[in-house]
């Protein structure tokens, strides 16, 4: 993938470099079944465009069991989940008129092959070279999927064999509240920008096949845009959103309440342009359970206990040309890590690495 996506980038054509944030998910097994407030360009858009991603997410996360009381809830989380996702914005103004110009609505739906893939060795063989910790991968068979969450109350998934899903479809309605500057670059309208947005997830995935949780999710997030030179634009998002939970009768549920925040920066060099973003999320399942001890250590920062019950930190690192945007993420948090040798960061693995690309047509 990465050889195809560098060749499509230097055969990219030449339109005016997009400076847009990347807007990407946090792709870990559970996350991705919840209601995930993607980061945009907070200033107004005259033109529909229509945006096609495809991603390569490998996450790796040991049997854990944990308990509260005498409820005991299972997981594991071992897949490469390739996603292909279509993105369609239009503005209202299209439709209503220029009185409708702040207003914008964006629908998202997703595909997702959940399967071993082909990425574990190559993770393996990057852990070795550069001396790091490997999450007591070889223990375990390469390139399979184990894909389980359920307890005593009812189980929500269980895929040990490659299976296709649909994921849930997400409406993202946005009003620009505020905008105004001269454009430092061509292109755009106005030199920075605030807006609100409504996001609300539809749950046309199945629970039982990893597409999505079953219910319905909304989250409120306040964006912001701002050109900072002619070649350099910064992009903000803080998000609240309220999940409806598991349609199965887990006892082990998420929490109700969540947030986020997105920070990014667009630097243009000609008709490419470089993107760095780092994203926050809150921690996505209900606290005050306790792993059961297994392997030590090394078995805690190899399970699921980080990716479900702390907060989770995803940096993205990307590289825009033309139409063709070409992404790579890694998840590092920073905090307490007292059974590591690094105390001050932790990894949850969920997802561990990601690559992505996509293609973006306006209409």
């Known amino acids: 993938m990465l050889t195809f996506a560098v060749a499509l980038l230097c055969a990219a054509g030449d339109p005016a470099p997009s400076r847009a944030p990347l807007g990407t998910r946090t792709q870990g097994p559970l996350r991705e079944l919840f209601l995930d407030v993607t980061s945009a360009d907070a200033r107004r858009s005259g033109s529909s ?23 005991i809830s299972s997981q594991e989380m071992d897949e490469q989940a390739d996603s292909l996702a279509v993105r369609y914005r239009a503005p209202w103004s299209r439709f209503f008129g220029a009185q409708f110009a702040p207003f914008s609505t964006t629908l998202e739906g997703r595909f997702t092959l959940h399967s071993g893939g082909y990425t574990d ?50 409406l993202r309605n946005q009003a620009t509240v505020f905008e105004g500057g001269e454009p430092l670059s061509a292109g755009e309208v106005h030199r920075y920008g605030l807006a609100a947005r409504l996001d609300l997830k539809l749950p046309t995935g199945p629970l039982s096949r990893a597409g999505g949780s079953g219910g319905f999710d909304a989250g409120l997030a306040l964006l912001g845009t701002a050109e900072l030179t002619s070649w350099l634009t910064a992009h903000a998002l803080f998000s609240t959103s309220r999940f409806s939970g598991f349609s199965c009768d887990c006892t082990l549920q998420p929490k109700e309440w969540h947030w986020g925040f997105d920070a990014s920066i667009a630097a243009s060099l000609g ?52 139409r063709f945007t070409f992404w790579l993420s890694e998840d590092a948090t920073p905090g307490s890590n007292s059974v590591s040798t690094l105390h001050f960061l932790y990894m949850s693995n969920a997802p561990d690495v990601v690559l992505g690309l996509s293609f973006t047509q306006p209409l």
């Open 271 to 322: 008709a490419t342009t470089f993107l760095i973003e780092d994203r926050v999320v809150s921690p996505l399942l209900q606290p005050g359970w306790s792993r059961v001890a297994w392997r030590g250590n090394d078995g805690i920062l190899a399970s699921g206990l980080y990716a479900g019950f702390r907060t989770h930190n995803q940096v993205t690192f990307a590289i825009r040309r033309g």
């Open 121 to 170: 060795r190559a993770i393996e063989a990057w852990h070795g070279l550069v001396g790091a910790f490997n999450y007591e991968r070889s223990k375990f068979a390469r390139n399979e999927v184990h894909l389980a969450f359920g307890d005593d109350g009812g189980t929500a998934f269980r895929i040990d064999r490659a299976t296709f899903t649909v994921g849930d479809v997400v």
């Open 49 to 71: 465009e229509l945006t096609l991603r495809y991603s390569v997410a490998n996450s790796w996360n040991e049997p854990m069991s944990v308990v509260r009381g005498s409820s």
